[in-house]
Antibody
Framework: EVHLVESGGGLVQPGGSLRLSCAAS????????MSWVRQAPGKGLEWVAN????????YYVDSVKGRFTISRDNAKNSLYLQMNTLRVEDTAVYYC?????????????WGQGTLVTVSS | SYDLSQPPSMSVSPGQTASIACSGD??????VCWYQQKPGQSPVMIIY???KRPSGIPERFSGCISANTATLTISGTQAVDEADYYC????????FGGGTKLTVL
């Protein structure tokens, strides 16, 4: 059974940094593109970033480019999101999600999410 | 960024059909996915590639697309279908609709 478990969320001051992790199990992690999606409190879903199965390609939403870095360690079945220069508007639940093969970024499995709160 | 528009909310009576629209410029030339999110839970994919259901998704959920609109249809709506529904497409980068809160009453 596919499991995705995020961790690393918490309270951070504006301008601070945080590193999220996503532990994957139940499937061949190295065979799938993976995404991070966030959801601000009471708001809708926003795609944040994704990475190719081997980590050689990475894409970001414009609002996080230059501040966030997605990475993965296929040997550890883990996905990461390094978040720097955090802003109040980055406050959200962050989900990691697996993409269906095909390049359309359809997300067939999601983790339970980890809450990031950026506040002074 | 690509704009996908959904009605913020809608209501349906149990047993009736709910149709949730998602509109975008030339959306019919793209592929659309739909997610269901219940309060306090993670999203669940219920339709991908416009009209395909993942395994385990009830047959009462269906999708279609034409011109500028994709539609999620829930036939014989049940109380358990009360949730937020999001459409998603790819226009260079993934884009989500704003979500539709479906109330079953």
């Amino acid at each position: 059974e596919v499991h995705l478990v995020e961790s690393g969320g918490g309270l951070v001051q504006p301008g601070g940094s945080l590193r999220l992790s996503c532990a994957a199990s139940g499937f061949t992690f190295s065979g799938y593109w993976m995404s991070w999606v966030r959801q601000a409190p009471g708001k809708g879903l926003e795609w944040v970033a994704n990475t190719k199965d081997d980590g050689s390609e990475k894409y970001y939403v414009d609002s996080v480019k230059g501040r966030f870095t997605i990475s993965r360690d296929n040997a550890k079945n883990s996905l990461y999101l390094q978040m720097n220069t955090l802003r109040v508007e980055d406050t959200a639940v962050y989900y990691c999600a697996r993409e269906i093969p095909g390049g359309q970024v359809w997300l067939d499995y999601w983790g339970q999410g980890t809450l990031v709160t950026v506040s002074s | 960024s690509y704009d996908l528009s959904q009605p913020p909310s809608m209501s349906v009576s149990p047993g009736q059909t709910a149709s949730i629209a998602c509109s975008g410029d030339k959306l019919g030339n793209k592929n659309v996915c739909w997610y269901q999110q219940k309060p306090g839970q993670s999203p669940v994919m219920i339709i991908y590639q416009n009209d395909k259901r993942p395994s385990g998704i009830p047959e009462r959920f269906s999708g279609c697309i034409s011109a500028n609109t994709a539609t999620l249809t829930i036939s014989g709506t049940q109380a358990v279908d009360e949730a937020d529904y999001y459409c998603q497409t790819l226009d260079g980068k993934p884009a989500f609709g704003g979500g539709t809160k479906l109330t079953v009453l």
